[in-house]
């Protein structure tokens, strides 16, 4: 029998302990990390988290096995925390970080009940922000027009143009969605959602050129470790469908950023942490 050094998963600590090597085969542990992330997005956390575990267990020396497993722990424990009483800070915090991962996971089905609770919380811009990005994301462009008419003038910001005139496109009114983008008055030190929510508006409006020079400028200003997310997610937006298979797209595809990566973390990077959205790193 081999004696080896093992991650205890439960406990986070390393142990000595008398075990069989576990050298199971890569496309064991790769298969059951597949299975983890297609239960993940049906958001089926607590099996997921079973398939990550085993991932992890089966291919001990795989840090991205063993980083997903320990984000998605927390997550897991955050979602019950969450329903427990909270003061109002607390829950702002863990609700802020969960949509988060939500967002970063394409869970916008779990995102939506936290993003109503804070806007009805709140009623703020930033609150409105967040609910409209859900619910559009989820095709209720109906809902976001209601949300973000609901804003007055003063709190009417360029992202809120920008998301407004989406929804409106969406709805078929192209004519006042141009309006509504060519009045955004985004500036080039916007953060880089912003951008990525002008470019589909632009996108959806039919200007292909200014579309990817708002996506270009979208992914020069997201941090390094939050590229592979972002480009992920613009690959699968059928909002770019109308250019998606052009050179000068796949070209934009590889935009580098233009910025450092925070160093607010104890990590190296702050891509997979679920508490990103609380830790003032950066503007989105």
């Known amino acids: 029998m081999q004696h080896k050094v093992v991650v205890n998963l439960f406990v986070g600590c390393v142990v000595l302990a008398s075990v069989p090597a ?64 909270q003061g109002p800070d607390q829950w702002m915090s863990m609700a802020r970080a969960l949509r988060t991962f939500y967002h970063d996971h394409r869970i916008y089905s779990e995102s939506l009940p936290l993003d109503r609770k804070i806007h009805e919380q709140h009623l703020a811009p930033d609150s409105a922000v967040m609910l ?21 003038k003063k709190d009417a910001s360029p992202r809120t143009s920008v998301l407004l005139g989406l929804a409106v496109a969406r ?57 592979d997310v972002l480009r992920a997610e613009a690959k699968d937006c059928t909002d770019f469908s109308a250019f998606a298979s052009s050179a000068d797209f796949t070209k934009t595809l590889k935009t580098q950023s233009s910025i450092e990566e ?4 104890k990590g190296s990077t702050c891509g997979n942490c679920p508490k990103r959205a609380t830790c003032g790193c950066g503007k989105e």
Request: hydrophobic fraction near 40%; proline fraction near 3%; glycine fraction near 8%.
């Open 132 to 152: 409209a990005e859900t619910l559009l994301a989820l095709d209720k462009s109906a809902e976001a027009i209601e949300v973000l008419g609901g804003l007055g």
């Open 22 to 85: 576990l050298a199971g085969p890569a496309e064991d542990a790769a298969r059951a990390f597949a299975d983890g992330k297609a239960l993940l997005a049906e958001a089926k956390f607590d099996e997921a988290l079973k398939a990550f575990v085993t991932a992890a267990r089966t291919d001990v020396g795989n840090q991205e096995y063993h980083q997903t497993f320990f984000m998605l722990r927390q997550v897991v424990r955050m979602r019950k925390r969450i329903q427990r009483k």
């Open 171 to 227: 709805q078929g009114r192209i004519d006042e969605a141009r309006a509504l983008a060519g009045k955004a008055n985004v500036g080039n030190d916007a953060g880089p959602r912003v951008f990525y929510e002008l470019a589909r508006l632009r996108a959806a409006t039919g200007d292909s050129q200014g579309s990817l020079e708002a996506l270009t400028r979208s992914f020069e200003l997201t941090p390094p470790s939050r590229l």
């Open 262 to 265: 925070s160093g607010c973390s």
